[in-house]
């Protein structure tokens, strides 16, 4: 909806690869002297780590849009400095709103990195439940976008498509200019002993630090604090990552009890699903 039908319409040419290969993906790029790009975050950081990607002219690429997963706000500012042609833009979106809710505008993009941007034109959004300190709630979505039901589950629908609203399940913020903010996932955010720890920021403090690659965090079941935050780390080929070190870089960006206590180093790439989502 998002991707495919407007370039159709607009009477483009549309390049599908059957499967991810970074190098064909970038000369791809290249070759078909492709202008728009749409991928998950995931994409844009393994191309642009790539030893041999200033040898591939990217001259062409004047839009360049990602979503599907959160992005860590320094990756942001490596595709406009990598794509220097080319507008960006984050879509967020779910199944259920037939794809785009929010967008962020190019003009938004570098001062409002973590921002998933503003409602789409035709969608209201609002907060459920927000935290009186953080303003953080459940984001429910509105609009013509949104699907009625789900199909043959009745029970699921009337929980989540509630009093005209639809239940996203995203813990998000707005702020005053309308600009949201997605925290986390509500069933992945952590509960240490009472504090509310989101998983999304703490992966975008770990993600700014030079030799990490890519990083999950989760909770770490325990038995005094019901969860402790943990991180799993990948590093940069040719780095060591030394767990102390990492601890005292996030300490300029996360409060103490945020700060991953357990840390594990893997040299495999994350596991993710077709979608390119870990």
């Keep these: 909806n998002s991707q495919l039908l407007p370039t159709l319409e607009h009477g483009s040419t549309i390049v599908i ?38 040898e591939f002219d990217m001259s062409a690429v004047r839009w360049v849009s990602y979503g599907g997963a959160p992005i860590a706000p320094a990756l942001i500012h ?16 779910l199944t259920e709103t037939s794809s785009i809710s929010t967008f962020l505008p190019h003009e ?11 409602a789409a034109p035709v969608v209201d959004l609002d907060l459920f439940e927000p ?57 992945d955010m952590i509960d240490r002993g009472g504090e509310n720890v989101y998983c999304v920021e703490v992966e975008n403090a770990l993600q700014a630090y030079p030799a990490v690659f890519e990083v999950a965090v989760v909770g770490v079941p325990d038995p005094m604090m019901g ?3 943990g991180a799993i780390i990948v590093p940069v080929s040719g780095q060591q990552i030394d767990p102390a070190e990492v601890r005292e870089f996030a300490r300029q960006y996360l409060a103490d009890f945020k700060i991953p206590e357990y840390i594990v180093v893997r040299r495999e790439m994350l596991p993710r699903n077709p979608a390119g989502k870990v």
């Excluded at 490596?78 to 979106?93: H, L, S, W």
């Excluded at 938004?108 to 503003?118: K, L, M």
């Excluded at 043959?152 to 309308?178: C, M, P, V, Y």
Aim: glycine share 8%; aromatic share 12%.
């Design 17 to 54: 690869m059957r499967a991810f290969d970074v190098q064909a993906f970038l000369r791809a790029v290249r070759d078909e002297r492709i202008n728009m790009i749409v991928s998950v975050p995931a994409i844009y950081w393994i191309a642009i780590q790539q030893p041999n990607f200033s």
């Design 78 to 93: 490596q595709i406009m400095q990598k794509f220097p042609n080319a507008r960006v833009g984050n879509g967020f979106g």
């Design 108 to 118: 938004f993009a570098a001062e409002h990195a973590d921002s998933v941007g503003f």
């Design 131 to 187: 935290d009186p300190e953080s303003g953080v709630g459940e984001l429910l979505i509105r609009g013509p976008n949104v699907v009625p039901g789900y199909w043959n589950k009745a029970d699921a629908t009337a929980e989540t498509f509630a009093n005209g609203w639809l239940h996203s399940g995203d813990l998000a913020r707005i702020d005053a200019q309308g600009l949201t903010y997605v925290v986390d996932r509500k069933k």
């Design 227 to 229: 969860e402790k935050v």
